[in-house]
Every structure is written in C-alpha cells, then in structure tokens.
C-alpha cells in the first residue's frame, strides 16, 4: 500500500528543464548546444550537491566559451522560461490530503532560492522538499532514495516516485521504491490509479 508519494519539481511540476535553459543561452550567445550541454551536465553534480557555488560555476563555463559569466542568466533564464504546471500542482495539493507528498529533486541553491522567491512551495503545499544542494548528494544515486525513506519512516514498498527523468526512476527503483516516468498530466493520473492511489 503506497503511503508516500515522492514528486520530483523540473519536467514535472514546473514546465522547466536543463534542456529549455540550453536552448535559450545557446541561441541568445551564439554557443554550440552540444559542446555547452557537455560541459554544463559534466560540473552540474557538483553545482546540485552544492560542492562549488553557483557564480564558481558559471564563471567555469563561461571561460571555456569566452563569455561574460553574468550573461549565462542562471538564474534570470529560469524566471523567464519556467511555468507551473497548474494540473500536476493542483493534484499535488489534493493527494496531500491523503498521502504523505514530498519533493525531491537535483537543484542549485540559487535556483532553489528562485523557486521560493517565485512562490512555488505556497503554491505546492507539502510535507516536506529535499533539495541535493542542501543533502550533498543527488539523484539517482541510490543514496538520497535511502536517505529520504530514513527520514520519512517509510519502507520503500510504501513510496512511489516520479521524475521527468528515466534515469531518476531508475534510481528509485533500484532501491525498492515505485517509480514513474512524467510524460504527461493524463498519463500520471493513469499510473498512480493502477498503484491503487485513490483521490
């Protein structure tokens, strides 16, 4: 019986992703997407476990592509691309009513300061949010499964997770828990009724 229900925030409650913000900075400065891509997701972990700080980061990128760190926008890109997905938000805030809802997700402090200045966590009411940059570990490393169901008293037969991600899902379901891939509002009510989720 599913006891807890673990909602991921990029790709899934917010209509953002790494991929949107690429696509953005690479038009806007003339980059090469899949160079910029490569070198962005090769220093994202230690962004996301808050290893080295967000200017340390971008001041790293922006000296490979000899480009002025402050106009990769971090954080003003993702203000201006994200948008919350009012559906996913909504069934969030009805399954609090009878679940146990979490947040987990990959994020920077900055971005994460972002989401709270931008409203989010009011407008998604839930029990808890664990952000990688404050755990110092991220998904999908088995790690941070194990490290929320401890803090949550929850076995991992009692949580199911969904991401935008496949390999996050897959790192769930490495360590016992559900796991859902989000390619859609209709497709996600679908998958939690067939785990028996009721609303």
């Known amino acids: ?24 900075i690479c038009k806007k400065l003339n980059i090469d997407p899949k160079e910029f891509t490569d070198e962005l997701f090769r220093i994202l972990p230690s962004l996301e476990e808050g290893r080295i700080t967000t200017t340390d980061m971008l001041k ?28 996913v938000a909504a069934l969030v805030n009805t ?18 300061m972002e989401n709270v200045n931008i409203g989010l966590f009011k407008k ?18 088995q790690q941070i499964y194990r490290y929320v169901l401890k803090e949550e008293m929850a076995k991992a037969s009692e949580a199911v997770f969904i991401d935008n991600m496949l390999v996050n899902v ?20 679908r998958d939690l009724k067939r785990l028996g989720i009721r609303w």
């Open 124 to 141: 998604v009411k839930t029990a808890r949010v664990y952000a990688s940059c404050y755990l110092g570990m991220s998904k999908p490393g």
């Open 60 to 87: 790293r990128v922006a000296l490979l592509f000899d480009v002025n760190y402050r106009k990769l926008e971090w954080v003003g890109a993702m203000t201006k691309l994200v948008k919350i997905n009012k559906n």
């Open 170 to 189: 897959q790192g769930a379901r490495k360590v016992g828990i559900k796991g859902i891939q989000f390619v859609g509002y209709a497709k996600l009510v």
């Open 1 to 24: 019986m599913i006891k807890l229900i673990i909602f991921d925030i990029g790709g899934v409650i917010e209509d953002f992703a790494e991929e949107q913000y690429i696509d953005y």
């Open 95 to 112: 399954l609090g009513k009878s679940y146990r809802v979490i947040l987990l997700t990959n994020v920077s402090k900055s971005r994460y």
